[in-house]
Protein backbone atom coordinates (compact mmCIF):
# COMPACT_ATOMS: atom_id res chain seq x y z
CA UNK A 1 0.00 0.00 0.00
CA UNK A 2 1.36 3.70 -0.86
CA UNK A 3 1.40 6.82 1.30
CA UNK A 4 -0.84 8.35 -1.79
CA UNK A 5 -3.30 5.42 -0.21
CA UNK A 6 -3.08 7.50 3.12
CA UNK A 7 -3.27 10.98 1.03
CA UNK A 8 -6.20 10.11 -0.47
CA UNK A 9 -8.30 8.65 2.97
CA UNK A 10 -7.38 12.38 4.07
CA UNK A 11 -9.09 14.08 1.51
CA UNK A 12 -12.16 11.70 1.19
CA UNK A 13 -12.70 12.37 5.23
CA UNK A 14 -12.35 15.86 4.80
CA UNK A 15 -14.44 15.77 1.95
CA UNK A 16 -17.26 14.02 4.37
CA UNK A 17 -16.35 16.70 6.83
CA UNK A 18 -17.72 19.21 4.69
CA UNK A 19 -20.96 17.82 3.50
CA UNK A 20 -22.17 17.51 6.27
CA UNK A 21 -21.43 20.81 7.75
CA UNK A 22 -22.61 22.54 4.41
CA UNK A 23 -25.35 19.55 3.84
CA UNK A 24 -28.25 21.99 4.07
CA UNK A 25 -27.03 23.81 0.65
CA UNK A 26 -26.30 20.87 -0.70
CA UNK A 27 -22.62 22.04 -2.26
CA UNK A 28 -21.69 21.67 -5.52
CA UNK A 29 -18.98 18.79 -6.22
CA UNK A 30 -16.90 21.68 -7.52
CA UNK A 31 -17.09 22.91 -4.03
CA UNK A 32 -16.79 20.15 -2.43
CA UNK A 33 -13.37 19.47 -4.99
CA UNK A 34 -11.92 23.15 -3.71
CA UNK A 35 -12.01 22.23 -0.26
CA UNK A 36 -9.76 19.54 -0.37
CA UNK A 37 -7.36 21.09 -2.91
CA UNK A 38 -8.73 19.25 -6.33
CA UNK A 39 -9.66 20.22 -9.55
CA UNK A 40 -13.60 18.75 -9.76
CA UNK A 41 -12.26 15.84 -12.08
CA UNK A 42 -9.37 15.01 -10.11
CA UNK A 43 -11.68 14.88 -7.10
CA UNK A 44 -14.27 12.70 -9.05
CA UNK A 45 -11.68 10.30 -10.22
CA UNK A 46 -9.88 10.06 -6.67
CA UNK A 47 -13.03 9.66 -5.00
CA UNK A 48 -14.51 6.98 -7.68
CA UNK A 49 -11.60 5.18 -7.33
CA UNK A 50 -11.48 5.01 -3.48
CA UNK A 51 -15.59 4.55 -2.57
CA UNK A 52 -16.14 2.76 -6.00
CA UNK A 53 -18.70 5.00 -6.20
CA UNK A 54 -20.07 8.63 -6.94
CA UNK A 55 -19.52 10.96 -4.31
CA UNK A 56 -23.40 11.95 -4.58
CA UNK A 57 -24.06 8.03 -4.29
CA UNK A 58 -21.90 7.67 -1.49
CA UNK A 59 -23.36 10.31 0.33
CA UNK A 60 -26.74 8.93 -0.22
CA UNK A 61 -25.55 5.91 1.62
CA UNK A 62 -24.75 8.00 4.58
CA UNK A 63 -28.32 9.80 4.81
CA UNK A 64 -30.85 8.87 7.49
CA UNK A 65 -33.60 7.64 5.22
CA UNK A 66 -31.00 5.11 3.35
CA UNK A 67 -29.64 3.95 7.24
CA UNK A 68 -33.18 3.18 8.99
CA UNK A 69 -34.11 1.04 5.93
CA UNK A 70 -30.81 -1.27 5.77
CA UNK A 71 -31.96 -1.47 9.87
CA UNK A 72 -35.46 -2.54 8.76
CA UNK A 73 -33.68 -4.77 6.39
CA UNK A 74 -30.60 -6.03 9.09
CA UNK A 75 -33.82 -6.73 11.29
CA UNK A 76 -35.22 -10.21 9.75
CA UNK A 77 -31.23 -11.12 8.80
CA UNK A 78 -30.19 -10.96 12.87
CA UNK A 79 -33.80 -12.68 13.66
CA UNK A 80 -32.31 -15.66 11.48
CA UNK A 81 -29.40 -15.80 13.48
CA UNK A 82 -31.34 -15.74 16.98
CA UNK A 83 -32.79 -18.36 15.08
CA UNK A 84 -29.63 -20.11 14.07
CA UNK A 85 -27.88 -19.76 17.19
CA UNK A 86 -24.55 -17.71 18.21
CA UNK A 87 -22.57 -20.72 17.50
CA UNK A 88 -23.03 -20.64 13.43
CA UNK A 89 -19.87 -19.97 12.06
CA UNK A 90 -19.38 -16.10 10.72
CA UNK A 91 -18.21 -14.65 7.66
CA UNK A 92 -16.95 -11.37 6.40
CA UNK A 93 -15.81 -9.91 3.72
CA UNK A 94 -14.99 -13.60 2.83
CA UNK A 95 -12.81 -13.70 5.56
CA UNK A 96 -13.77 -16.62 8.10
CA UNK A 97 -12.88 -15.08 11.55
CA UNK A 98 -12.79 -16.94 14.62
CA UNK A 99 -12.14 -16.34 17.94
CA UNK A 100 -9.39 -17.40 20.92
CA UNK A 101 -9.97 -15.68 24.17
CA UNK A 102 -7.17 -14.86 26.39
CA UNK A 103 -7.60 -17.10 29.70
CA UNK A 104 -7.13 -15.60 32.89
CA UNK A 105 -3.92 -17.23 33.90
CA UNK A 106 -2.32 -15.50 30.58
CA UNK A 107 -3.48 -12.51 32.08
CA UNK A 108 -1.76 -13.27 35.14
CA UNK A 109 1.63 -13.71 33.41
CA UNK A 110 1.62 -11.06 31.31
CA UNK A 111 2.67 -12.47 28.40
CA UNK A 112 5.23 -14.19 29.82
CA UNK A 113 6.73 -16.58 26.76
CA UNK A 114 4.61 -13.87 24.22
CA UNK A 115 6.36 -13.04 21.17
CA UNK A 116 4.68 -9.66 20.02
CA UNK A 117 5.14 -8.89 16.37
CA UNK A 118 3.97 -5.18 15.52
CA UNK A 119 4.05 -2.37 12.76
CA UNK A 120 2.12 0.35 11.26
CA UNK A 121 0.42 0.37 7.79
CA UNK A 122 -1.62 2.52 5.75
CA UNK A 123 -5.21 0.97 4.87
CA UNK A 124 -8.04 2.61 3.07
CA UNK A 125 -8.96 4.30 6.09
CA UNK A 126 -5.92 5.94 7.04
CA UNK A 127 -2.67 4.47 9.03
CA UNK A 128 -3.43 1.45 11.48
CA UNK A 129 -1.37 -0.51 14.22
CA UNK A 130 -1.37 -3.87 14.49
CA UNK A 131 0.32 -6.50 16.59
CA UNK A 132 -0.02 -10.57 16.22
CA UNK A 133 1.15 -13.36 17.52
CA UNK A 134 1.70 -16.83 16.15
CA UNK A 135 -2.30 -17.82 17.39
CA UNK A 136 -3.43 -14.48 15.60
CA UNK A 137 -4.28 -10.92 16.09
CA UNK A 138 -3.97 -9.25 18.90
CA UNK A 139 -4.70 -5.57 18.07
CA UNK A 140 -5.80 -3.79 15.23
CA UNK A 141 -6.26 0.26 15.67
CA UNK A 142 -6.90 2.69 13.15
CA UNK A 143 -4.70 6.27 14.21
CA UNK A 144 -4.33 9.93 14.00
CA UNK A 145 -0.90 11.54 13.65
CA UNK A 146 1.91 10.00 15.96
CA UNK A 147 -0.68 7.83 18.10
CA UNK A 148 1.28 4.16 16.57
CA UNK A 149 3.90 5.36 19.71
CA UNK A 150 0.91 5.42 22.70
CA UNK A 151 -1.12 2.16 21.27
CA UNK A 152 2.62 0.23 21.27
CA UNK A 153 2.86 1.77 24.83
CA UNK A 154 -0.05 0.38 26.02
CA UNK A 155 0.04 -2.99 24.64
CA UNK A 156 3.21 -3.27 26.32
CA UNK A 157 1.81 -2.22 29.63
CA UNK A 158 -0.80 -4.86 29.25
CA UNK A 159 1.89 -7.53 28.46
CA UNK A 160 5.30 -6.19 30.28
CA UNK A 161 6.92 -9.78 29.97
CA UNK A 162 6.26 -10.39 26.45
CA UNK A 163 8.67 -10.00 23.49
CA UNK A 164 7.88 -7.17 21.51
CA UNK A 165 9.42 -6.52 18.02
CA UNK A 166 8.66 -4.13 14.83
CA UNK A 167 8.26 -6.78 12.13
CA UNK A 168 6.82 -4.72 9.06
CA UNK A 169 6.86 -7.29 6.55
CA UNK A 170 4.86 -10.50 9.45
CA UNK A 171 2.35 -7.39 9.46
CA UNK A 172 1.93 -6.57 6.04
CA UNK A 173 0.75 -10.38 5.43
CA UNK A 174 -2.04 -9.47 8.23
CA UNK A 175 -2.74 -6.16 6.84
CA UNK A 176 -3.01 -7.27 2.91
CA UNK A 177 -5.50 -10.10 3.81
CA UNK A 178 -7.39 -7.60 5.62
CA UNK A 179 -7.99 -4.97 3.47
CA UNK A 180 -7.01 -5.92 0.22
CA UNK A 181 -9.67 -7.47 -2.10
CA UNK A 182 -9.04 -10.79 -3.54
CA UNK A 183 -11.25 -13.90 -4.51
CA UNK A 184 -8.37 -16.04 -2.05
CA UNK A 185 -8.83 -15.61 1.84
CA UNK A 186 -7.08 -17.34 4.72
CA UNK A 187 -9.24 -18.10 7.87
CA UNK A 188 -7.79 -15.12 10.50
CA UNK A 189 -7.80 -15.82 14.13
CA UNK A 190 -8.54 -12.70 16.87
CA UNK A 191 -7.09 -13.04 19.89
CA UNK A 192 -9.44 -11.22 22.26
CA UNK A 193 -9.05 -10.34 25.95
CA UNK A 194 -12.37 -9.11 27.83
CA UNK A 195 -15.23 -10.44 30.29
CA UNK A 196 -17.63 -12.93 28.78
CA UNK A 197 -20.09 -11.13 28.01
CA UNK A 198 -18.28 -8.66 26.32
CA UNK A 199 -16.49 -11.00 24.18
CA UNK A 200 -20.37 -12.35 23.22
CA UNK A 201 -20.90 -9.04 21.92
CA UNK A 202 -18.06 -8.55 19.80
CA UNK A 203 -19.20 -12.35 18.53
CA UNK A 204 -22.85 -10.77 17.75
CA UNK A 205 -20.97 -7.90 15.75
CA UNK A 206 -19.61 -10.86 13.49
CA UNK A 207 -23.25 -11.47 12.79
CA UNK A 208 -23.87 -8.24 10.57
CA UNK A 209 -22.87 -8.81 7.14
CA UNK A 210 -21.06 -5.80 4.73
CA UNK A 211 -23.53 -3.26 3.92
CA UNK A 212 -25.49 -3.74 6.62
CA UNK A 213 -26.28 -2.28 9.61
CA UNK A 214 -27.93 -2.74 13.17
CA UNK A 215 -28.70 -0.66 16.30
CA UNK A 216 -28.03 -1.35 19.93
CA UNK A 217 -31.25 -3.02 20.67
CA UNK A 218 -30.46 -5.72 17.64
CA UNK A 219 -27.07 -6.48 19.69
CA UNK A 220 -29.02 -6.98 22.76
CA UNK A 221 -31.35 -8.92 21.43
CA UNK A 222 -29.34 -10.75 19.94
CA UNK A 223 -27.37 -11.99 23.01
CA UNK A 224 -30.49 -12.74 24.37
CA UNK A 225 -30.02 -10.08 26.88
CA UNK A 226 -32.88 -7.56 25.55
CA UNK A 227 -32.52 -4.94 28.28
CA UNK A 228 -28.94 -4.69 28.22
CA UNK A 229 -28.43 -2.10 25.76
CA UNK A 230 -26.01 0.27 27.89
CA UNK A 231 -24.02 -2.52 28.71
CA UNK A 232 -23.92 -3.35 24.87
CA UNK A 233 -22.64 0.01 24.25
CA UNK A 234 -20.00 -0.13 26.72
CA UNK A 235 -18.51 -3.45 24.89
CA UNK A 236 -18.67 -2.24 21.58
CA UNK A 237 -16.60 0.90 22.94
CA UNK A 238 -14.16 -1.65 24.45
CA UNK A 239 -13.49 -3.49 20.95
CA UNK A 240 -9.70 -3.53 20.71
CA UNK A 241 -9.83 -5.18 17.11
CA UNK A 242 -11.06 -2.72 14.48
CA UNK A 243 -12.78 -3.44 11.42
CA UNK A 244 -12.80 -6.97 11.77
CA UNK A 245 -15.16 -6.92 14.76
CA UNK A 246 -17.25 -4.27 13.03
CA UNK A 247 -18.46 -2.17 15.91
CA UNK A 248 -19.01 0.12 13.29
CA UNK A 249 -21.93 -1.43 11.66
CA UNK A 250 -23.93 -0.98 14.68
CA UNK A 251 -25.35 2.58 14.80
CA UNK A 252 -28.66 4.78 16.42
CA UNK A 253 -32.03 3.43 16.24
CA UNK A 254 -33.17 6.91 14.47
CA UNK A 255 -30.73 6.58 11.86
CA UNK A 256 -27.66 8.83 12.80
CA UNK A 257 -23.90 7.33 13.02
CA UNK A 258 -23.29 7.44 16.43
CA UNK A 259 -19.57 7.79 18.14
CA UNK A 260 -16.92 5.34 17.34
CA UNK A 261 -13.55 4.98 19.01
CA UNK A 262 -11.54 5.77 16.08
CA UNK A 263 -13.81 9.01 15.20
CA UNK A 264 -16.93 9.77 13.99
CA UNK A 265 -16.15 10.61 10.15
CA UNK A 266 -13.32 7.38 9.74
CA UNK A 267 -17.01 5.71 10.65
CA UNK A 268 -18.82 7.26 7.75
CA UNK A 269 -16.43 6.48 5.83
CA UNK A 270 -16.25 3.09 6.40
CA UNK A 271 -19.72 2.50 6.43
CA UNK A 272 -20.43 4.57 2.76
CA UNK A 273 -17.08 2.10 1.52
CA UNK A 274 -19.21 -1.00 2.60
CA UNK A 275 -22.59 0.47 1.76
CA UNK A 276 -21.40 1.40 -1.97
CA UNK A 277 -19.73 -2.31 -2.32
CA UNK A 278 -22.72 -4.04 -1.75
CA UNK A 279 -25.10 -2.00 -3.70
CA UNK A 280 -22.57 -3.28 -6.78
CA UNK A 281 -24.19 -6.66 -6.20
Not at 37 to 59: C, I, V, Y
Request: glycine share 6%; with cysteine; aromatic share 10%.
Amino acid sequence: MSIQQHIDYQRIEQAIRFIEDNFQRQPSLKEIAEEVNLSEFHFDRMFTKWAGTSPQRFMRFLSKEYAKDVLTQTKDLLDTTVQMGLSSSSRLHDLFVTFEAITPAEFKRKGEGLRISYGTHETPFGYAFIAVTTRGILELTFLSEHEAIDELISLKNTFPRAEFIENQEDTSVFINQIFVETDHKSPLTLLVRGTNFQIKVWEALLKIPSGKLACYEDIAKLIEQPTAQRAVGTAIGSNHIAYLIPCHRVIQKVGTTGNYRWGEYRKKAILGWESSRANEV
